[in-house]
């Protein structure tokens, strides 16, 4: 166990988070974070779209559904989306997807958009403890023991 | 399939009444636009007991559910009935409806029949509405707010609906309760077959109901009502509190001369009768009623009106494909013939639809269609503030400019 696994709070809490990586930035940047060896939790799992455009707000959603405590949405910086405008989209709809979150009582704050570029794997590593931290302090999913949210 | 199951929702539709006459299939709007389609070959190969395909993209999902053909059926077959009862048989074996929105609304509801988390429905209130937290008169609002969120961005304040009826309300010295707990009715599920949630979400909301004490719960959503009135108490038997869609409500108001309208710039209105107010509640004459009795508002009708109107479109935020497309084009460009100021109606979702299909790059010229589209309650509410107004229609050019990349 690193430094970063050792949950802050509680010490069986381990959050299982759904990244999605953009192929043509933030995928390159988890691909050089972990040539470079950096260490990032083992609760992050990556999915990898072709563009941050291309998750659908119910992609989210229906991770959440099932029980993910968190969800990342990573693409490329505004201007360098290899789709033009995906990235664009895809602020756009995960603010308004935060908003159904509040209303709903999930909350907006499991469910975070970063932009992260291929040369960033450092900051791919970063992103990943920060909100890996952050999620274990907001504690296990709400949903999870419903029948919707899985064990 | 379960064979038995399906048996007895052939003899529930009163398939075995069908003479074959087709008339159901003339009137389809899905069938006009989709001759792969019919709702008579549909009743037919159920009888003959063929299999049925249960999956996504077959029959069962692509009927509107707009009961047109219900309606026009001299034996009375009930063919959406029908419709739902195959669709909870195939979501019993796991398929699913292609939503629309990518099954983002139906997963919400899931969600909501699954949980008790503390929801925030009840932002939209402002200061000058006032509510109460107990009281004999229920409004039921529905997923207004949540279909703002999802739809933010079209400026279609869906929940000034909610805010309207409450105003009225309040002139009628009335404070209705309104509630955050109340869950969405489950329409959408209920049409989809997901029953085991639907039933969740319904025990939930009559109990909601019961709680507050309420004896009339008033509906400014033709789905909600619906569900209530006809899903609910098919389940539970018969509520002791009474159910009203906001047109009886306000045509009863004003018969009783509970509301006095101010003078008002005249407009000219034409009536979209959503399928579910009109065909599957009967509810014909007392949105006409109300638009009527507005001093300075008149009624033009649609070419195809009352029992005749054809949906928007999209039943249950399923199968919003094609043949979606066409009939909403062919609904705007028969209210823009009518030459009418706006083209009302009673709801959300047919809202939603029908501002949707005019936005992006449509089949039709965009002067055929380009009709304001304005929700009925609200209507009534500006009027009688004396602050009717005719909301712009939707610029399909100038919208387009600027939503370019840049
Ligand atoms: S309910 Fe409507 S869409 Fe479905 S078969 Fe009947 S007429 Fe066609
Ligand atoms: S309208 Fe009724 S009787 Fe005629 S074909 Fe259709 S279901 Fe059969
Ligand atoms: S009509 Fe528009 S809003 Fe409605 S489901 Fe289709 S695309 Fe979505
Ligand atoms: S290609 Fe990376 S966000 Fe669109």
Redo the contacts between chains.
Sequence with gaps: MTEAMAPAIEEEFQPSILVFCCNWCSYAGADLAGVSRLQYPVNVKVLRVMCSGRVDPYFILRALELGADGVLITGCEIGDCHYISGNVKAKERIERLSKLLDQIGIGSDRIRLEWIAASEGTKFAQVMEEFTDHITNLGPNPLKGSETGGG | MDKENVKRLISDMGAHDCVECGKCTTVCPVTRFNPEFAPRLVVVKALAGEEMDLSKDSDIWICNTCEICNNMCPYEVDYSGFIRGMRGEASREGHEPD?S????LH??M??????D?????L?WITDELKLADKGDVFLFVGCL??LD??F??RNLDLVETARSAVRIMNRMGIEPVVSPIEKCCGHDLNWAGDEKNFIKLMNHNVQVIKDSGAKTVVFPCPECMRTFDLDYQDFLGDFDFEMTHISEFLARAIEEGKLEFPENISISTTFHDSCRLGRHLGLYDEPRKVLTEIPSVELVELEKNRDAATCCGVSGFMSCNSTSKVMQMEKMQDAKRTEADVLVTPCAKCRIHLDCSTRDETPVDNDLINIPIMDFTVLVDMALRGKLQIPDAQDKEARMEDEK?E
Excluded: F, T, W
């Excluded at chain 2, 988390?117 to 429905?121: E, H, V």
């Design positions: 939503c929105q990518g099954g983002l997963a919400m899931r969600i909501m029949a699954n949980s988390l503390p929801q925030k429905r932002d707010p949540q969120a999802i933010e961005g990349p």
